[in-house]
């Protein structure tokens, strides 16, 4: 397999919505999954193209009650590109005798190509060669290009082009039961003997989406006019082309297409700019030439370079890192900065999770703003303008400052559902992960981490700053004062765990003292102190004034973080939340045995009518996310400042106990151990990343990849290359370097930028080398061991591991 390329050589219909999930294209404005454009959505193929902040509301009537979801809208699709001999069947992959099938998505040029050759019932041999794209450069354009060969056979055909509006939200089939109509058509219309045009609108958001597609055919070189009849119905316009085909002279059909929505900028009207987009966007090839060099450009910021010490079989490491890298920047790039969109946990890909936006961004920030930072601050930007439904959430909930929701879509309200379907037992369980409501500090970590690699004091000041505030505000209010213990308290919440959502038996939802939300809430108390500092002072005094920010409040800001409880076993195991140890031991080995896979323990127990709520047993990463977010030194300080003993072997000994309990029932949380494990454990962290990395090309969960991709831990794998092996941490207004790779990688190399500077990391043998490039003059601070060193642009430096 080539370092650049996931290549399928077979068609496989089990795992076809997989690898639609998986080839998806997408610019960062919209994405279309790599359905064959022949296909219509059933049980082995679903297209879908999704626009980056297009949602919807629907009201669906369940169990007599009313339920309302938000979801990412799957749009008309543009792909419909088909033929057949006249009088023939229309081309399927499934009644034809396939002679050679290749599909390969090149990651360098970002281009989907398809390659059959195949014979019909009458023994008719056909070769059909197809190249798709969603241009990079330009967000509005797509372009597909088909190539079809008569090898032993000429006559007349037809082919079938149409942009289908027709369409529902129906990937997921656990939302079946819930309304899946968001489209509502509006106008059908033939712009002139080429192109079509349609016209939809969500029904309840009101987003106007126009698709204008040309359709050209070409042989020799010659344009081909064919006999056309368009066919219209409500939410379809098509058009059949009839021709003579000759053997052996390939015929070429370029469908070029155009996408503009009523929430772009620059826009009169989204259906002039989609007429305008497409009567300027040219031939394919002209397409093609720009779209690679704006994902050259791309790759040259974001590639990185990996050297393994044996030879891989199969899918490589380097291939698999450049797919996560790859789909990250179709989900969010360079046109996002001009989008108020966030990152969905599953990208643009499908439509689990409803296209929403969680804590996932925690996981995904890292690697972006050590590349092109600006895309994180446009992302926080999204999380910015939902600052005002986030104070009035706290506000409804009885607290000060802002909660974020824990599932975030249009307007930054809470989407998390209430009711959520288990698959395994068909019944309907209450929904109370609204309640993590850590995601808080994950938005205040992200805006202190991008400041930290970036020194953005125009963002911090404007909107980061008051963003911290807010929800430290939130966390000195949510804390209670425990008179007894003389500790505040956060209660009833849920940790990132999210198989334990209350006690045993208990009616009151959520946990106590949850110890990654607590200890979260004091580092949010602690930097929302600091960022005051750091303000510059005029924007300190508007900034108090408006939020009318008084020293008494400060001062219960410290105490707070002074004297936030948490909890510990006896054995000085951080407890994930207080009485964990109560719970029962689960019977892990029992449960292999008996069920085999069980990375969803919620969804096995609850078929047994049982709960996870009884046992010691995590989803996910819940404490040793401390050990993810914060450096030994960064906890150290913390527990000191709480009073509470942080002993050298406190990492291991919670690493140890929270392994063992831990089914890995999200995509995240392997990443997340192996990323503690790195420095202890070389072999236990390579084996679990390993596994994350295979999280999605052989979707390991089996079957949520069909549903879209997991960003979170697609970003994170990459993450783990650029700053867990490089040991990369901001601190002081140093930049760290650590090194460690793990025995499988011989050499590493790979670009960062940080303020204003490009470097360039080599970590090969016992040689770490460092180059700085960039135009600014200040000196940039490498810290290494313990020493500090300033290095200007131009500079090469090398530090002996
Ligand atoms: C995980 C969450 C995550 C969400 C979206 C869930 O399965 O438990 O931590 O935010 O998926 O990716």
Not at 43 to 65: C, E, F, K, M, Q
Not at 323 to 344: E, N, R
Not at 557 to 568: A, E, H, K, N, Q
Not at 695 to 707: A, R
């Amino acid at each position: 397999m080539s370092q650049w390329s996931l290549i399928y050589e077979d068609f496989e219909p089990t795992k076809e919505k997989r690898r639609e999930a998986l080839c998806t294209l997408g610019n960062g404005y919209f994405a279309t999954r790599g359905a064959a454009p022949e296909v219509d959505a059933n049980d082995v193929h679903y297209p879908g193209t999704y626009l980056a902040g297009g949602y919807n509301r629907l009201v669906s009537r369940i169990a007599g009650r009313d339920v309302e979801n938000e979801d990412l809208v799957n749009m008309p699709n543009w792909l419909p590109l088909t033929f057949r001999r006249v009088g023939g069947a229309w081309f399927d992959l499934q009644q034809v005798e396939v002679l050679a099938y290749r599909q390969e998505l090149d990651l360098k040029q970002g281009v989907l190509l398809r390659n059959l050759r195949f014979k019909d019932a009458q023994g008719h041999v056909t070769r059909l060669a197809s190249r798709c794209l969603v241009h990079m450069q330009q967000p509005h354009l797509a372009a597909l290009e088909t190539t079809l060969t008569a090898e032993n056979w000429s006559g007349r055909i037809e082919i079938r082009t149409a942009l289908d509006g027709r369409i529902i939200n129906d990937g997921v089939a656990r939302y079946r039961g819930l309304g899946n109509r968001h489209l509502e058509w509006l106008e059908t219309r033939l712009l002139d003997a080429e192109t079509l045009l349609l016209r939809v609108r969500t029904s309840q958001s009101h987003i106007e989406v126009v698709q204008a597609a040309a359709t050209r055919l070409w042989a020799n070189d010659q344009p081909l006019a064919g006999e056309r009849q368009a066919r219209e119905e409500p939410g379809y316009i098509g058009q059949l082309i009839a021709l003579d085909i000759a053997e052996e002279t390939p015929l070429v059909i370029e469908k070029i297409v155009s996408l503009h929505s009523s929430k772009d900028r620059a826009t009169s009207e989204c259906g002039l700019e989609a007429v305008e987009s497409i009567a300027r966007a040219g031939r394919f090839r002209d397409l093609l030439q720009s779209h690679v060099l704006a994902w050259g450009h791309l790759w040259g910021r974001f590639d990185m370079g990996l050297g393994m010490r044996e030879p891989e079989p199969g899918l490589t490491t380097v291939l698999v890192l450049r797919l996560h890298i790859f789909h990250l920047l179709q989900t969010v790039s360079l046109h996002t900065m001009d989008l108020d969109a966030g990152v969905p946990a599953r990208g643009l890909h499908g439509e689990a999770y409803r296209g929403h936006v969680f804590w996932d961004e925690l996981f995904i920030f890292p690697f972006l703003s050590l590349r092109l930072p600006e895309i994180t601050r446009a992302l926080l930007m999204y999380r910015y303008r939902r600052l005002d439904e986030a104070r009035a959430a706290a506000r409804k909930a009885g607290y000060d400052g802002a909660m974020y929701p824990w599932q975030s879509g249009s307007d930054g309200r809470e989407e998390t559902q209430r009711l959520h379907l288990n698959p395994k037992s068909g019944r309907w369980i209450s929904d109370k992960s609204n309640l993590q409501r850590h995601v808080n500090a994950a938005i205040a970590y992200n805006v202190w981490q991008y400041f930290q690699v970036t020194q953005d004091m125009e963002f911090l000041s404007f909107y980061g700053a008051v963003m911290i505030l807010e929800v430290a505000r939130f966390w000195a209010s949510m804390a209670t004062y425990n008179e007894e213990l003389e500790r505040y308290e956060i209660l009833g919440v849920m940790g990132p765990d999210e198989y334990h959502d209350a006690y045993p038996d208990s009616e009151r939802p959520g946990l106590d003292n949850n110890a990654y939300t607590n200890v979260m809430a004091v580092w949010v108390l602690c930097r929302a102190l600091e960022v005051l500092d750091l303000l510059p002072r005029e924007r300190r005094q508007e900034l108090s004034e408006t939020l009318a920010l008084r020293q008494e409040e400060l001062e219960r800001w410290d105490d707070v973080s002074r004297r936030m409880r948490v909890v510990f076993h006896d054995d000085g195991i951080i407890s994930q939340f207080e009485h964990y140890e109560r719970l029962q031991e689960f019977d892990w080995d029992g449960y292999r045995k008996k069920y085999g896979d069980i990375q969803r323990l919620d969804r096995v127990l609850d078929a047994e009518d049982d709960t996870p709520n009884r046992y010691q047993v995590s989803k996910q990463a819940d404490v040793l996310m401390l050990f993810y977010l914060f450096s030994s030194e960064e906890l150290g300080d913390i527990f000191r400042r709480l009073d509470y003993p942080f002993e050298y072997d406190t990492i291991p000994k919670n690493i140890d106990y929270y392994l063992k309990r831990t089914s890995h029932g999200s995509t995240l949380s392997r990443v997340t151990h192996s990323w503690v494990l790195a420095r202890s454990d070389r072999e236990g962290s390579w084996r679990l990343f390993a596994e994350a990395l295979m999280s999605d090309v052989e979707d390991i969960q089996d079957g949520t990849t069909p549903e879209g991709i997991h960003l979170g831990a697609m970003a994170s794998t990459v993450d783990m290359m650029q700053r867990a092996y490089t040991g990369i941490e901001v601190r002081g207004g140093v930049l760290w370097l650590n090194p460690r790779l793990p025995r499988t990688i011989e050499n590493l190399c790979l670009h960062v930028h940080y303020r204003d500077k490009s470097l360039t990391l080599t970590i090969s043998g016992d040689l770490l080398t460092v180059e700085v490039a960039g135009v600014t003059p200040e000196l940039i601070k490498i810290g290494f061991k313990n020493d500090i060193h300033e290095l200007r642009h131009g500079q090469t430096k090398e530090f002996t591991l």
